[in-house]
């Protein structure tokens, strides 16, 4: 059965999407099956993986109401072992419209249930919110992943979000557990950032991961042309971070390198 991995903080700006798609990117990458589950209205990561938005296709939302299975709205990627749920702005109306709903944090996890032993890697890109359509992804989830900065005020936010999870273990998802937080668009060369590290090594102990993401001028560009950082330039910084950040995550699970897409 699939891992299921949500992408979440919700302070914007923080590489939460470029890390969803990166991610899950490497791990497909890895030759192991992979599903980016897109989650935000804002459908970043079904534009970062080249497809326009299209209100006629079957997407998160839908799977939200009941108006679709979950492999009805599967879409293939460029990478071979890569699947995605695309997103759309409808989604927002998700919020509202899942209010009265009997169950309305468990429609994620009951539709990706149907599909979870297709894939042994599922990955949620979270909206920078912890509304409801956050409230299913967490639920859903065996555990969080957090993206975040190297800055002071980043603290108080993840410091947020670990209360809400904290929460949501008692009522929804006692399994839930921290992945890790993996600092990104980290620039050594300042001596803020050093600080900030040091802080959270203090913080989160062994749950900060080793990887950091650098801030590279590749990485930012991959998403226009619909592409993950590892298919526009493998061997940019940043495509290299999330590949390491990739077996870093699957661990004891690697058997093997990643091979370079370039080369196939």
């Known amino acids: 059965m699939g891992r299921v991995i949500a992408v979440a903080n919700q302070k914007g700006g923080v590489g939460k999407t470029t890390t ?11 030759e192991v099956k992979s599903l980016l ?5 804002q459908a970043n990561s079904t534009g970062g993986l080249g497809f326009p938005r299209d209100p006629d296709r079957f997407s998160t939302y839908h ?5 679709a299975k979950a492999e009805q709205a599967i879409l293939a990627t460029e990478l071979e072992e890569l699947r995605l749920i695309p997103s759309h702005k409808n989604l927002i109306g998700a919020n509202l419209e899942l209010v009265s709903v ?49 800055e002071y005020f980043a603290l108080e936010g993840v410091s947020e979000l670990l209360d809400t999870i ?5 009522s929804f998802n006692t399994a839930l557990r921290i992945e890790g937080v993996v600092l990104t668009m980290y620039d050594d060369r300042t001596i803020l950032s050093q600080q900030v590290t040091q802080e959270l090594k ?58 370079d897409p370039a080369n196939k």
């Open 102 to 150: 009997e169950g309305r944090e468990f429609r994620l996890r009951n539709a990706l249930e149907f599909i979870r032993n297709q894939f042994d890697f599922i990955v949620l890109d979270c909206p920078p919110a912890l509304d409801l359509l956050t409230l299913n992804a967490l639920v859903a989830a065996d555990s969080v992943l957090v993206p975040m900065q190297a």
């Open 37 to 41: 589950v897109d989650c935000d209205p």
């Open 63 to 67: 799977l939200l109401l009941g108006e």
């Open 20 to 30: 969803a798609i990166n991610l899950a990117a490497s791990f497909a990458a890895a």
């Open 202 to 259: 203090k913080h989160f102990g062994e749950k900060l991961l080793q990887t950091i993401i650098p801030r590279n001028v590749r990485l930012a560009e991959a998403p226009s042309f619909g592409k993950p950082a590892l298919l526009y330039d493998v061997r940019s910084r940043g495509a290299e971070s999330y590949i390491r950040l990739a077996k870093e995550l699957m661990g004891s699970q690697v058997t093997h390198e990643i091979p």
């Open 166 to 170: 904290d929460r949501l273990r008692q």
